[in-house]
């Protein structure tokens, strides 16, 4: 299964103006203009992206996972420079099918705890090396969604 299997399943977010920086990543949402904890929307080329807040215990994610390419089944991921709040998923090279499958539990689920082998060959992990085994999706100070 990949994201595009769940992609309609998920409550539409509208891009706001200044949203895509110079690069044309959605990479200037602001964590606090999101309404849903998950959501999904098309940036102005038409190509889907999610939206996802995450945390681990205290510490709060909130990265956009994304199609890069129109013609290409790429999906990449990137934080946002409008908050601290970090990714928690490294796609440099564009998502494997099992980080896919990782994130659609996640988002379905609303968890999804791995080993710290599982972490490091999904991705999951700080700069630091800090493994992110027990993600939930972040329902704080957002709407519930009900997935379709």
Known sequence: MLLTDI???????????GAVGNSDYIDRVDPENVPFPVCQGKDYYGRWY???KARQGERK?????????????LVAG?????TSHTGFMDTTGGMGES???YLIKLIREGFNQV???QADNLKLKSFTGEYFTKLVID???TNNIELR
Request: overall charge negative; some cysteine; charged content about 25%.
């Open 7 to 17: 992609i309609e399943s998920l409550p539409h977010h509208q891009l706001s103006d």
């Open 99 to 101: 980080q896919q499958e």
């Open 61 to 73: 994610f909130f990265q956009t996972f994304f199609k890069r390419y129109n013609d290409s089944n």
């Open 115 to 117: 080993t710290e082998e």
């Open 139 to 141: 329902t704080e100070d």
């Open 78 to 82: 990137c934080k946002s420079h409008m």
């Open 50 to 52: 999610i939206l996802v």
